[in-house]
């Protein structure tokens, strides 16, 4: 039996676990127990024939955003399917492109649900982003002549190990890929030791720098209503449960030196703004949430950011910027989102998921990273940011010069899509 006929096989015993993960994760997230017959390759009412590109999660979905825009604006009679993982994800996709795409869940990488997916949508082409090398997948769409397509290919070195582990599985399924596009020359170097042929093989850049940000005209309420208060605004972005607590610690320290400092908090999951409003509530501190739909007053502490797609909008009237899931084990989320605004950014220790785009930023000035995650130090960094405003704007600049600098990959990425569909 070969290594991918043995990983199929385990995929379809696990299939009835992989429903009861989802059944498990609903008692958190309602949505994960919707729309199950999707996870199982059900796929109704959406035309066949075109594209697919699969994004996993909220992250995807933004850095994602203008490579979908080109493929729209140039094949507008192609059938464009977006697929996710998270609900999150879903939502993100829904709000963001509404009617222009068609949208489904990637189902689970079993045969036969690989095989019904694929039965309904008869893509002509397949983009991955990432490493989001799914065997089961990968395979199918070769059998079936469909071009595939990775983007912004990406293997961390913490990572590289464990594939080099499997190479009787990882290497076919890297050769049945028409190109590999990968974010630099390293992460080239590591798809080639796995096995991936040269000729597919090819370094695009990061399509993370193309990020674009929204219309200003989407949130003058938001700004204005800021500015008439006179606040100083300290976004943090996509916290996580092991960094919440550290976050709300720091902010009743800073708002010792800073009295009118107002926190911006918008958890990555936001189911889980009511342990945040319980959390806040027991340290003494006044919320408000942008569901609610009003704004803070002078008698709030913190606006709990429980909408989706609205973060970029947030990242734009704040003063200082901190991007989470770096003081935890997540590995950290996109620096380049507050940097399309010039804003000066502090991360924490660890940026693992981001450590080429990290490294660059420290390189030029255009970020401060902790060297420990503690209250202590989080409280210095930003209570210097805000204190020193020269350093504050000169931080940002370095980054936003980052951001500009290494744009362009998402055209590098269209190209290679255009001579797939022109095959």
Known sequence: MTALNLYKFVASLSLPFLLIGFAWRSLNQQAYRQRLKERLGLIKGLKPGGIIIHAAS????????????????????TPLTITTFTPTGSERVMKTFGSQVQHC???????????????????????????????????????????????????????????QKIPSLIQPTLNKLDYILTQSDDDRERFAALGAQASALQTMGNIKYDLSAPNSERSPNAKLRIISLQRKVWVVGSTHSDEEALILACFKKLQQHIPDILLIIAPRHPERVKYLIELADSLGLSTVRRSEKTQPTRNHDIWLIDTMGELLDFYRIANVCTVAGSFGDTGGHNPIEPALFQKPIVVGTNMDNFRDITT???????????????IEALQDAIFQLFDETETAEQLGQNAHAVLKKNQGATKVAFQKLTALLGD
């Open 105 to 163: 869940y990637i189902p689970i990488d079993a045969p036969a649900c690989i095989s019904r997916f694929l039965s309904a949508l008869k893509p002509k082409v397949l983009v991955i982003m990432e490493t989001e090398l799914w065997p089961s997948l990968i395979d199918g769409c070769h059998k079936l002549q469909v071009k595939t397509l990775l983007i912004n290919g990406r293997i961390s070195l913490r990572s590289f190990p464990r594939y």
């Open 58 to 77: 909220v992250g995807e979905v933004i850095a994602l955003k203008p490579f979908i825009e080109m493929t729209l604006e140039n094949f507008p009679d």
């Open 360 to 374: 660059e930023m420290l390189s030029a000035e255009g970020l401060v990273q902790l060297t420990e995650n503690s």
